[in-house]
């Protein structure tokens, strides 16, 4: 019986790179396609339209951010709501889509893999740099999926290969999925080019791709740290500085609104930050994304006034009332991360772009991979090893930005280990898995919400519906006529992992429960 591929030939573009416009789904037979490297490349943009269905969509953020002390969710829908207040099953909706979207990344990307090193007929350094692409996605899926639920099956041949008996894998464990995923990296990290290239096929036309050096390292540091690694988080980002002497090709964009504002994203200085990014295509907007969950009821530029004519936001995602007022004074962040509207309650300025929506163009990017991250993992690490001057050095680049004092070298290694969590917070608030995975890497996830909601059950009414200082222009707002939600989450020793969907367990009864879910 002839194997059938079904091919998705993707709607989306990464970074600037507009190499796609349509969107196409077909079906073809397997044994007629990957004959030549367009047809490998238009595959490879089939797996980062996964990625894209991934991240674009509001699941992965609900997931997330929402169940740490950064957000509150304002709106009815129980199962987000389950997520936000830590009451979710094993029957959530939210943890299933999240479970099958990955796993279908990892799938794509393994058929790609697979097949290519089938086919020594094609350009050798085309086809590695393409399985180099994959294989960085597809790590990228796996350090997620270990980040979520701990032991996850890993898949690395396509299920089309797969023996009858082995079609409903168990889960391996998370130091086998590390295994092989930082493998892979380590692989890739030599494979790919310093800055992101692109591949010539015998048409003459050339195709980009879309993973850095830079990118790699970065991810591969993120699993180093993870498994406190130190010193190698530290040898794998010698590209961003070795010791105190930082490399100028990658850095921080000068001002900490470039980074999401659509209008700059072709600065040199905003590219030096960027090092994986995922661009929504224009017909997107904010429809059916997590862009509009995020934007506002009433839609002001940034300046304050009011937008006439434009299409509004859910504001069901907003900063809690604990992150919010947890900003250092003069902290530029905060002018540059939320916006306080008419409802005089603040959400997330840099969650959505005013002036692509009036200019009919793409909502902003999904920022994935970024310098600052960098710089603060080489913070973490230094203090880890007992180089408190070091890890001070890279904590007050990404303070600096942000017009804060730098800290002081002398400060003892658990208040500064406190100072760089603190900072990663403000750093990426409301750009996704950080937060969580912070508190989780280092222990503190119970902890910390436990404390916050203990802060947030003792506050009154009133303490919840007064002013702010509005971000943008300084000014006290009005006090809230609906205050703050008591967003108790009621955290739990098996919050520390997510559930294994239920109906996947039913699929593959192999699979195992995590503790504490029924």
Same mark, same amino acid.
């Given at each position: 019986?002839?194997?059938?591929?079904?091919?998705?030939?993707?709607?989306?573009?990464?970074?600037?790179?507009?190499?796609?416009?349509?969107?196409?789904?077909?079906?073809?037979?397997?044994?007629?396609?990957?004959?030549?490297?367009?047809?490998?490349?238009?595959?490879?943009?089939?797996?980062?339209?996964?990625?894209?269905?991934?991240?674009?969509?509001?699941?992965?953020?609900?997931?997330?951010?929402?169940?740490?002390?950064?957000?509150?969710?304002?709106?009815?829908?129980?199962?987000?709501?389950?997520?936000?207040?830590?009451?979710?099953?094993?029957?959530?909706?939210?943890?299933?889509?999240?479970?099958?979207?990955?796993?279908?990344?990892?799938?794509?990307?393994?058929?790609?893999?697979?097949?290519?090193?089938?086919?020594?007929?094609?350009?050798?350094?085309?086809?590695?740099?393409?399985?180099?692409?994959?294989?960085?996605?597809?790590?990228?899926?796996?350090?997620?999926?270990?980040?979520?639920?701990?032991?996850v099956p890993l898949m690395t041949?396509?299920?089309?290969?797969?023996?009858?008996?082995?079609?409903?894998?168990?889960?391996?464990?998370?130091?086998?999925?590390?295994?092989?995923?930082?493998?892979?990296?380590?692989?890739?990290?030599?494979?790919?080019? @310093?800055?992101?290239?692109? *591949? &010539?096929?015998? /048409?003459?036309?050339? =195709?980009?791709? !879309?993973?850095? +050096?830079?990118? %790699?390292?970065?991810?591969?540091?993120?699993?180093?740290?993870?498994?406190?690694?130190?010193?190698?988080?530290?040898?794998?980002?010698?590209?961003?500085?070795?010791?105190?002497?930082?490399?100028?090709?990658?850095?921080?964009?000068?001002?900490?609104?470039?980074?999401?504002?659509?209008?700059?994203?072709?600065?040199?200085?905003?590219?030096? @930050?960027?090092?994986?990014? *995922? &661009?929504?295509? /224009?017909?997107?907007? =904010?429809?059916? !994304?997590?862009? +509009?969950?995020? %934007?506002?009821?009433?839609?002001?530029?940034?300046?304050?006034?009011?937008?006439?004519?434009?299409?509004?936001?859910?504001?069901?995602?907003?900063?809690?009332?604990?992150?919010?007022?947890?900003?250092?004074?003069?902290?530029?962040?905060?002018?540059?991360?939320?916006?306080?509207?008419?409802?005089?309650?603040?959400?997330?300025?840099?969650?959505?772009?005013?002036?692509?929506?009036?200019?009919?163009?793409?909502?902003?990017?999904?920022?994935?991979?970024?310098?600052?991250? %960098?710089?603060?993992?080489?913070?973490?690490?230094?203090?880890?090893?007992?180089?408190?001057?070091?890890s001070v050095f890279f904590l007050?680049?990404?303070?600096?930005?942000?017009?804060?004092?730098?800290?002081?070298?002398?400060?003892?290694?658990?208040?500064?280990?406190?100072?760089?969590?603190?900072?990663?917070?403000?750093?990426?608030?409301?750009?996704?898995?950080?937060?969580?995975?912070?508190?989780?890497?280092?222990?503190?996830?119970?902890?910390?919400?436990?404390?916050?909601?203990?802060?947030?059950?003792?506050?009154?009414?009133?303490?919840?519906?007064?002013?702010?200082?509005?971000?943008?222009?300084?000014?006290?707002?009005?006090?809230?006529?609906?205050?703050?939600?008591?967003?108790?989450?009621?955290?739990?020793?098996?919050?520390?992992?997510?559930?294994?969907?239920?109906?996947?367990?039913?699929?593959?009864?192999?699979?195992?429960?995590?503790?504490?879910?029924?």
């Amino acid at each position: 019986m002839k194997k059938i591929l079904f091919i998705l030939l993707s709607a989306f573009v990464l970074g600037s790179c507009d190499f796609l416009d349509e969107e196409s789904k077909t079906q073809i037979p397997l044994d007629n396609y990957f004959n030549n490297e367009e047809e490998a490349m238009l595959f490879l943009y089939g797996a980062y339209y996964q990625v894209r269905n991934t991240v674009f969509g509001t699941d992965f953020m609900y997931l997330t951010d929402t169940m740490t002390d950064n957000i509150d969710y304002s709106s009815t829908n129980v199962d987000r709501k389950g997520v936000t207040y830590l009451t979710l099953n094993v029957n959530n909706s939210l943890v299933k889509n999240i479970w099958g979207k990955f796993y279908a990344v990892v799938e794509q990307c393994n058929i790609l893999i697979d097949q290519l090193e089938k086919r020594p007929e094609l350009s050798p350094a085309n086809s590695e740099n393409i399985i180099a692409e994959a294989k960085f996605i597809r790590a990228w899926a796996y350090f997620n999926l270990v980040q979520l639920w701990g032991d996850v099956p890993l898949m690395t041949v396509p299920v089309y290969s797969i023996k009858e008996d082995n079609i409903r894998p168990e889960r391996s464990s998370v130091d086998a999925v590390y295994s092989t995923i930082i493998s892979d990296m380590e692989w890739v990290a030599t494979i790919v080019e @310093e800055k992101p290239s692109a *591949i &010539t096929v015998a /048409s003459g036309v050339s =195709y980009p791709l !879309t993973i850095s +050096r830079a990118a %790699a390292k970065t991810l591969l540091a993120q699993m180093y740290l993870v498994r406190k690694e130190y010193m190698n988080v530290i040898e794998t980002l010698k590209l961003f500085a070795d010791g105190t002497q930082v490399n100028e090709d990658y850095g921080l964009c000068p001002e900490y609104k470039y980074i999401f504002d659509t209008r700059y994203k072709e600065r040199e200085e905003r590219k030096k @930050e960027i090092l994986w990014e *995922i &661009t929504a295509k /224009s017909e997107d907007k =904010y429809n059916n !994304t997590w862009h +509009r969950e995020v %934007a506002p009821s009433e839609l002001k530029g940034a300046s304050g006034e009011k937008i006439e004519g434009a299409t509004n936001g859910y504001q069901s995602y907003t900063p809690s009332y604990d992150l919010f007022n947890s900003y250092d004074t003069g902290d530029m962040r905060y002018r540059q991360t939320y916006q306080i509207t008419s409802s005089s309650k603040p959400h997330f300025l840099k969650g959505y772009d005013v002036a692509a929506l009036n200019q009919n163009l793409a909502g902003p990017n999904v920022i994935l991979l970024r310098s600052a991250d %960098a710089y603060l993992m080489l913070a973490e690490a230094y203090n880890e090893l007992g180089a408190p001057d070091k890890s001070v050095f890279f904590l007050n680049l990404v303070r600096s930005r942000a017009t804060l004092t730098g800290l002081d070298a002398t400060l003892p290694h658990d208040e500064l280990a406190d100072a760089i969590l603190d900072e990663r917070r403000w750093e990426f608030a409301g750009e996704g898995a950080y937060r969580l995975y912070d508190l989780r890497r280092t222990g503190r996830y119970l902890d910390v919400m436990q404390k916050f909601t203990q802060r947030v059950v003792e506050m009154s009414a009133e303490d919840l519906k007064q002013s702010f200082v509005n971000p943008i222009d300084g000014k006290k707002t009005p006090e809230l006529s609906v205050p703050f939600i008591k967003l108790s989450k009621n955290a739990q020793p098996r919050h520390l992992l997510l559930p294994i969907p239920a109906d996947e367990r039913i699929a593959n009864p192999k699979l195992t429960q995590n503790n504490g879910w029924n």
